[in-house]
């Protein structure tokens, strides 16, 4: 049993890009072992991934068990056959080369993520029943204290600008961090109230879904 605050956590977002790597083989199991030739990656590299597996692409992972010609992902689960079929989940990766902090948070809201069910019954039921279906989209918005001469700033606006996914990093006291790969946007006005900071919101809608680590690399 354990409880932790967030205080302290930090918010990074993506900021340079290494070149695609190909990905020629991509195994089901946990984690998934990924075959690249020369892919120059290392133990605790962070990527943005590209798959034909629906549920893994455009996820963000860790690199672990790096070696000649073959890298693992980290937390990333594809022994199940149904969602991960076999051969099919070929694609390539792209390392995220450089972060830049997001300072001055203000405030955090998270929206999305709740389950859906399909409610149904038999002409013999008395009551009804309930099947699990998909999630709703998550995203999540970050309020900021306004100040243009920030390094994020130029980054956050590309990102909005371009409408590419982008890989954010939030690290959490203890070591342990969260890695979402998702669109970015942000506000283009800070807002303006007598006596209250001037802020933006900087929305970060999923591609994928997060990958949670427990501990530093």
Do not use: C
Request: hydrophobic content about 40%.
């Amino acid at each position: 049993m354990g409880f932790r605050l967030p205080n302290g956590a930090t918010l990074e977002i993506a900021a340079t890009y290494g070149a695609a790597i190909p990905v020629t083989a991509l195994s089901n199991a946990n984690p998934a072992v990924a075959t690249a030739a020369a892919h120059g990656l290392t133990d605790g590299d962070i990527i943005a991934v590209t798959s034909g597996w629906t549920r893994l692409n455009n996820r963000a992972a860790r690199v672990a068990d790096s070696d000649t010609g073959t890298f693992a992902l980290e937390n990333i689960n594809t022994s199940n056959l149904q969602p991960y079929p076999a051969g099919s989940g070929v694609g390539s990766v792209r390392e995220v080369t450089g972060f830049v902090e997001i300072p001055q948070i203000t405030d955090v809201n998270t929206s999305g993520g709740d389950q859906q069910f399909l409610t149904f019954g038999f002409l013999a039921d008395d009551d009804d029943r309930q099947i699990p279906t998909t999630k709703n989209p998550i995203s999540m918005a970050f309020t900021v204290a306004d100040d243009p001469e920030l390094p994020f700033v130029a980054v956050v606006e590309a990102a909005d600008e371009d409408k590419a996914i982008r890989v954010l990093r939030l690290n959490l006291p203890g070591g342990s961090s969260i890695i979402y790969n998702g669109y970015v946007t942000i506000t283009a006005t800070p807002t303006l109230g007598r006596n209250n900071l001037m802020t933006r919101v900087i929305t970060l809608s999923l591609a994928g879904r997060p990958t949670r680590y427990s501990t530093v690399v």
